[in-house]
Each structure stands twice: as C-alpha cells, then as structure tokens.
C-alpha cells in the first residue's frame, strides 16, 4: 500500500548501503482529516456533528437533516488543495521537497421533505491529489572501489489519487427532540502512479547509469455507511453522535517495475549479449482480501447561547488496527468552531482541529517505519445569504511546524530501506473551496 518506501533505486546509492526511497502521495492514508466538506463544516473546522442541518450534514450526521430548513440543494463550485512535503537532508546534503495540488469540485448534495422524513443524496471527493514533479539534483557522489566518483540525481513523479462516496440519506424524528438518520455511501478509491529515477555517474572516463521506471495502478470499492443521532434538550444545545464503519469489498493492485542498469560495484561490463547494459521487467497483480478500513465515531455538542453566535465541538475517534494495507493505531482527534453573525447576511466562521498520524511513533531502532506527522488545523468562512439561497468562501490550513514550533510533535520518517535512520519531515496543506446553496 501507500509507504514512503514503494519506489526504489537499483543501484547503491552515496555509500549508504542501502536503498532510498520515495512515494509522492507518503502520507496520505497516514492521517485521517485531509478534507473538510461543506462550506459551513469548514469553517466550524469540521465541528458539525451536533449541527449537520445542510446536505453536507449527511456526511458528518444524517440525523442532523431533519433540522434543514425547506429543501436544499448545495454544491462547490471548485476547490483548490496544495499539500507541501519536505524531507531533511535525504539526498547528500540536500533535502527533497514534494508538492501535491488538485482542482476539483469536491461536493453535491440534495435534502428534500417527504412529510415528516428528510431524504437526502450526496457526492464527495476526498483525498483528490495530483503530483507532476521533476526532481534534478547535482554535486553528488557515488564511492566505487574507494573513489569518489561525480554523480547526478533525476527522480520525476506523476500520481493522480481520488476518493469518491455517493449515496442516498434518509432521516427522521423519533421523538419532538431526538433524531436518527442513515448514509448509506458506496465508495471507489482510484490511483496511478508513474515514476521515472535516474542515477548517472562518471568513473575512469566513462558514464554509467541506473534507471528505474515504475507503474502502479490501484482500485479499491467499499461500503461506509454513516449512522447517526441528534438530541436536543433545549433550545441552547444539541448533542450528536456517528458512526461511520467501512466494509471493503474489492482491493486490487498491479506493478509493473522496468529496471535497466550497470551495477559499478559488482561488474560495469555485463551486459545483455548486445551490448546494452542487463535490464528487468517484473509484473505483480494481487487481490487483497484482508484489506480493512477503520471506523470513525464522532461525538459532537453545540450551544446557541444566541440567535447570532454558535460554539460547537466534535471529538473525532478513528478505530482499528488497519487502513487498508497498512498497520495503523487508533486516534482521538478534536474540532471546535465558532460562528457569528456579523449582520442578518454575513455569517463569519473559525474553527481549530488536530490531525493526529494513525502511524506509531518512528523507533529509531527499527527499520521500514511509515512517517509520522501531526498536524494542526486552522479554518474560515464567511457566506452572504438570502433568504432562498447563500454562497460560502470557506478554507482551511494544516501545518506540522507552525512559526518554527511543532505543537503536535516532530515529523518523521525513514526514507532508507534497511537502515534505522530517522529523517526529519514537515507537512503543510491548505484547501479553499466556493459553496453554492439554495432552497426551495
């Protein structure tokens, strides 16, 4: 599955003895809140369990629909996310840097009254990322029989990987102040991978190089339905809860490694017969029947101390010891928001989340560990609405390292196979998306 070791040099590379690796998308299964959805969630920094009374509601708890005032229908027009990675000191002296960005309409959903049962449907695109990037570097070196031979560097990435959740919603009254509703999502997990790395050196006159071209492709299909709760015992405050467990019903993936190079440490003369240097073609196909996705259970509370002003918090626990293929923990993250009314129009939102690593922490004694970064998250919003519809600007920033100081911990990872080696990592990503609503 997704590990910051999948591609790999051929050859030995600057006398580490061993292998460096690098994957594009590295930590992207690695924490759990890469997206917020819906222009309000946003803002409220993803605290809407407790609230969920808009078509994104279905997401976070269908039982919060009822509360939708007449019939929705809301969409983002386009939402823009850039993930920053950056590996100290991997390659010499020099550190790697990967930007990973994607535009994409990322939400659609629909609320409609059927007497006194809400019916909903929704689309989401999560985990939308692109990565198109050329990596040169030079001034590098490659012992071979104790000389130091000059050396350059050349990896190019370009991997695309998206989430899609679809389905219908349904939700109703138990009681005058109780709530129950149900999201029935299926889900389809796509990503491709091409990668191309080259190691060129100079030894005794001549040029020697090493060339490793990999594609991967991935299809995964589950089930995560979403069920929900909503309790309000007074006008002040609600109380949520969902539970959103995944079944995955299909998980396939195909390699195919194209390896073409002169090993200067073992022979710089074999070749295939004609001259060329010996080249490899490795295909593997696998279908995983242990896959697993964790599930996620949201426990949220909002006070309306007011008909202007919201507080409102959700804690966030994702269970299980297994996020597809890899080995995950369980986490415990939080989301606070906060909403205003500026005047009858102009709502203004802000919210504060954590994105803990559902991967241990690295041991600096142990090889072939997955990166560990948390991150903190802050969001914003601000709609202009009318009576029968709104629009909503809505953004959020995650950071690993905020002004030179890392709240959560510092970010990790290993980018030698077979070596215990720690390398530091930062992360930073932020989303901006334009929400459109309206009721009828």
Not at 99 to 107: D, G, I, Q, R, T
Request: charge should be negative; charged fraction near 15%.
């Amino acid at each position: 599955m997704k590990k910051i070791r999948i591609f790999t040099l051929v050859i030995t590379f600057l006398c580490f003895g061993s292998h460096l690796f690098a994957d594009g998308l590295s930590t992207s299964d690695f924490n759990h809140i890469n997206d917020l959805i819906g222009g309000r969630a946003i803002g409220l920094g993803g605290a809407y369990c407790a609230i969920s009374d808009d078509p994104a509601g279905a997401y976070y708890n269908p039982a919060g629909l009822v509360y939708a005032i007449n019939n929705q229908i809301s969409l983002s027009v386009n939402s823009y996310k850039s993930r920053q990675s950056e590996f100290k000191k991997v390659i010499g002296d020099n550190d790697y840097s990967q930007e990973v960005s994607s535009f994409y309409p990322s939400f659609f959903g629909v609320a409609q009254s059927f007497g006194s049962v809400k019916i909903g449907f929704t689309f989401v695109n999560i985990n939308n990322e692109i990565l198109d990037q050329d990596s040169h570097f030079n001034d590098l070196t490659y012992t071979i029989n104790e000389t130091k031979a000059p050396a350059t560097f050349t990896m190019n990435y370009n991997i695309t990987e998206n989430t899609l959740l679809g389905g219908p919603s349904v939700a109703f009254f138990a009681m005058d102040n109780l709530s129950f509703g149900l999201t029935l999502y299926a889900m389809k997990r796509s990503k491709q991978e091409i990668a191309f790395q080259m190691v060129t050196f100079e030894y005794n006159g001549a040029q020697y190089y090493s060339i490793t071209n990999t594609y991967i492709t991935e299809d995964i299909y589950a089930l995560k339905p979403v069920l929900g709760t909503q309790y309000m015992p007074n006008k002040f405050f609600a109380l949520g809860l969902s539970v959103m467990p995944g079944f995955v019903l299909s998980h396939k993936k195909d390699v195919q490694v194209f390896d073409k190079s002169v090993d200067a440490g073992i022979d710089m003369n074999e070749t295939d017969g004609e001259g060329n240097p010996l080249a490899n073609l490795n295909k593997a196909s696998k279908d995983y029947s242990d896959s697993s996705l964790p599930t996620q259970i949201r426990l949220g509370v909002a006070y309306y101390p007011s008909n202007r002003f919201l507080l409102t918090a959700d804690l966030i626990a994702h269970v299980g010891s297994k996020n597809l293929q890899n080995d995950m923990e369980s986490t415990l993250n939080i989301a606070i928001g906060a909403e205003y009314y500026l005047t009858d129009s102009f709502p203004f939102r802000f919210g504060i989340f954590t994105n803990f690593a559902n991967t241990p922490e690295i041991d600096d004694s142990k090889t072939g560990q997955e990166a560990h970064v948390n991150l903190l998250g802050f969001s914003s919003s601000i709609s202009w609405q009318t009576r029968n519809s709104s629009i909503t600007l809505a953004g959020f920033y995650q950071t690993s390292d905020l002004f030179g100081w890392s709240p959560l911990g510092d970010g990790e990872a290993q980018v030698y196979s077979g070596q215990a080696s720690v390398q530091e990592m930062q992360m930073s990503l932020y989303s901006i998306s334009l929400t459109g609503s309206a009721k009828y």
